[in-house]
T-cell receptor
Framework: DSGVTQTPKHLITATGQRVTLRCSPRSGDLSVYWYQQSLDQGLQFLIQ???????AKGNILERFSAQQFPDLHSELNLSSLELGDSALYFCASSVVGLVGTGSNNEQFFGPGTRLTVL | GEDVEQSLFLSVREGDSSVINCTYT??????LYWYKQEPGAGLQLLTYIFSNMDMKQDQRLTVLLNKKDKHLSLRIADTQTGDSAIYFCAESRVTGANNLFFGTGTRLTVIP
């Protein structure tokens, strides 16, 4: 058990809908990362939050957004869903906010949310 | 991932050693990681190595890093059926975003 929790475990919805995925980081970790895992794209970084603020953006679509709350949990909002959004969405957490030459950015992953868009 | 490559499949017999290879291209990599993903599960951090090290051993796991060739390997000694999973290498870079850059993953199948 990594200490990172994600809910829900599975989500099935229809095209055009909006969903919210939730993540609670490990105790003491200030950074939360969201990744998408799909068969064709592999593991792709979406976005990072550190202590409530957006820190870095990856290949995140404009239809997707995220936030991190004062208690450090994070939510990933996916809207106007398309079939191609079906994937595993992982949240990871780490202590590090900004990678430097001496920073070990080991990230601990949650069990993921499997999203199926029909 | 961005230029982090792994072979897709590896099959070994139970009791043999497995060697999973990874190549990367970014010379600013600082730490390199190995993660394991079992079916239907998240990614489990197995081990990591700092870029100024050549080798790290942790029980049955040995990580070798050739920084000149940008080549990383994970050796699993006495491979067991429970080691069957997908293994991802990942790198942390000084430049760019703070995310990890993942390889494509190697599916290890252990034959009893």
């Amino acid at each position: 058990d990594s200490g990172v929790t994600q809910t829900p475990k599975h989500l099935i919805t229809a095209t055009g809908q909006r969903v919210t995925l939730r993540c609670s980081p490990r105790s003491g970790d200030l950074s939360v990362y969201w990744y998408q895992q799909s068969l064709d794209q592999g593991l792709q970084f979406l976005i990072q939050y550190y202590n409530g603020e957006e820190r870095a953006k990856g290949n995140i679509l404009e239809r997707f957004s995220a936030q991190q709350f004062p208690d450090l949990h994070s939510e990933l909002n996916l809207s106007s869903l398309e079939l191609g959004d079906s994937a595993l969405y992982f949240c990871a957490s780490s202590v590090v906010g900004l990678v430097g030459t001496g920073s070990n950015n080991e990230q601990f992953f949650g069990p993921g949310t499997r999203l199926t868009v029909l | 991932g961005e230029d982090v490559e792994q072979s897709l499949f590896l099959s070994v017999r139970e009791g043999d050693s497995s060697v999973i290879n990874c190549t990367y291209t970014d010379s600013s990599s600082t730490y390199l990681y190995w993660y394991k993903q079992e079916p239907g599960a998240g990614l489990q951090l197995l081990t990591y190595i700092f870029s100024n090290m050549d080798m790290k051993q942790d029980q049955r796991l040995t990580v070798l890093l050739n920084k000149k060739d940008k080549h990383l390997s994970l050796r699993i000694a006495d491979t067991q059926t429970g080691d069957s999973a997908i293994y991802f290498c990942a790198e942390s870079r000084v430049t760019g975003a703070n995310n990890l850059f993942f390889g494509t993953g190697t599916r290890l199948t252990v034959i009893p």
